[in-house]
């Protein structure tokens, strides 16, 4: 805590250890660090952040007994289970210490925020007399889905039948029972439940911060902040407001920036499934003949776990696919993806929906093609088409044929033009959010004090 005496309150940051969740957590850190406070990360042993992108920050690994965890899709229930499991003694002996150590050092530890999904971090921070404050690194209106998930279970409508697929769930729109973020047959087992209950349950947290803005969202967020006695703290998008330091686990490969200079304005199509999604080894050949086909430069991120069937991608890739599309198209494994959306060549975003991805995307006014793959990226895919209309959904199987059209729609057609014309609109609100008298502005104006009226 030596570090921390020159300002007079930390705040403890508890992140999950996946690219999508450690990511807005350490920007909420830069940004309540540019407000005064120390801050504090206490994290996995598994994944650690890199402590050298924020010399600011101290850092402190939570022993986990990780050897084994993976991030893959099929294993996100047993990581997050494992975590909450294994952290929670390092955690509350690290939180002990922390406040033995201010008594001396004259800092205190005025709040533990966390990751939804680590709500053993609630239970702790309750045990130690700590105020605790949820993140939510989804929509807000993913808090709704999920409340009305028990609503429909209340009602014997899950699991549902394939005759229902797409018919839309009533106080849900746009999202329709193919939307709902667990497959139709799925067996809703009491896991499963316990899981949709930390989307909901916000323990004896004594508040929510959501990185959206009231101006994505309103009607969601006041329909919540009614169903909760705590206060909500839109303050988002966090990364317009965080320094620009990387927190990706991956190496951002730079040299597409150099290419992405050489490509005429709005031309390129970016291409990128987040972090954990997988794709089979047939949409793998089919999007690379369609993004071939298409005529259109892009630049696409193939991860190297990009293939669910633990294959390597290069075989798929070379050759005759590398012949036809020559300088007009460039693959790399990780990109520097804010960057990529804000240059200026690029014209058009290929996206799983990510929350992350979708709000980046937004901020630098690139319409989308949507293909979610799982979780809340079929709501985020919704409100993307249905909502803003500023983006493309591709659903069902997907052959070259209709990949190649639905590039050409968004970035040549009429249609694309319109949905670049209605983001840039999107993104002039949010900048106006982010000013003086704005609702994030204000919003996290509103989370300083509230931190700071703690007492000591
Ligand atoms: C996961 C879930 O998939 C998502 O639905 C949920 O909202 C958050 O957790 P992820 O797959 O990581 O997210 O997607 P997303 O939320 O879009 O986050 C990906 C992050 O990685 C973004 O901040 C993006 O900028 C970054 N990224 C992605 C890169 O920096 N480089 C890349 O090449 C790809």
Aim: with cysteine; aromatic share 10%.
């Amino acid at each position: 805590m030596a570090e921390c005496r020159a300002r007079k309150r930390a705040v403890l940051l508890v992140p999950m250890p996946l690219q999508g969740h450690m990511t807005p957590m350490l920007q909420l850190g830069s940004i309540l660090y540019s407000k005064g406070f120390s801050i504090v990360v206490a994290h996995s042993e598994f994944r650690p952040p890199n402590p050298l992108n924020h010399p600011e920050f101290i850092f402190h690994p939570l022993s986990d007994d990780s050897s084994g965890y993976k991030t893959s899709l099929v294993n996100l229930m047993d990581l997050i289970s494992a975590i909450n499991s294994n952290c929670r003694a390092p955690l509350q002996e690290y939180l002990g210490q922390l406040m033995k150590d201010q008594k001396l050092e004259g800092c205190q530890v005025a709040c533990v925020i966390y990751d939804s999904v680590l709500f053993f971090v609630d239970s702790v921070a309750t045990q130690m007399k700590i105020p605790g404050i949820v993140l939510r690194t989804n929509m807000a209106s993913y808090m709704l889905l999920y409340r009305c998930i028990f609503q429909l279970q209340a009602q014997n409508l899950l699991p549902f039948p394939e005759s229902r697929l797409q018919e839309p769930v009533s106080e849900l729109y746009p999202l329709r029972f193919k939307d709902l973020p667990f497959s139709i047959n799925a067996e809703i087992s009491e896991e499963l439940m316990d899981f949709f209950d930390s989307m909901v349950n916000i323990r004896s947290s004594v508040a929510v911060i959501f990185n959206t803005t009231d101006c994505l969202e309103h009607s969601s967020l006041s329909l919540l902040q009614k169903q909760y006695q705590v206060p909500f703290f839109p303050i988002g998008p966090f990364h317009k407001m965080a320094p620009a330091a990387s927190t990706s686990f991956l190496e951002e490969d730079q040299t597409c920036i150099a290419w992405l200079e050489k490509q005429a304005p709005n031309s390129v199509l970016y291409v990128s499934l987040g972090s954990i999604a997988s794709i089979n080894e047939q949409e793998l050949t089919e999007t690379a003949w369609g993004l071939a086909n298409s005529g259109i430069p892009f630049l696409w991120v193939v991860r190297c776990d990009s293939l669910n069937e633990a294959q390597s991608v290069d075989h798929f890739l070379d050759g005759h696919f590398k012949d036809s599309v020559g300088e007009r198209g460039l693959i790399v494994k990780w990109a520097p993806q804010k960057k990529v959306l804000a240059h200026r060549a690029v014209g058009g975003f290929w996206s799983h929906c990510g929350w992350n991805s979708t709000i980046e995307s937004i901020c630098e006014g690139v319409p989308m093609i949507c293909r979610p793959l799982f979780g809340d990226q079929r709501l985020n895919a919704r409100y993307l088409t249905c909502v803003w209309k500023v983006g493309l959904e591709m659903e069902n199987v997907l052959d070259r044929g209709s990949i190649e059209k639905a590039i050409r729609r968004l970035m040549i057609d009429t249609e694309g033009k319109e949905m670049r014309q209605d983001m840039l609109l999107m993104k002039d609100k949010i900048e106006a959010s982010l000013q003086k008298g704005g609702s994030s502005y204000e919003s996290l104006n509103d989370l300083t004090q509230f931190i700071n009226s703690f007492s000591t």
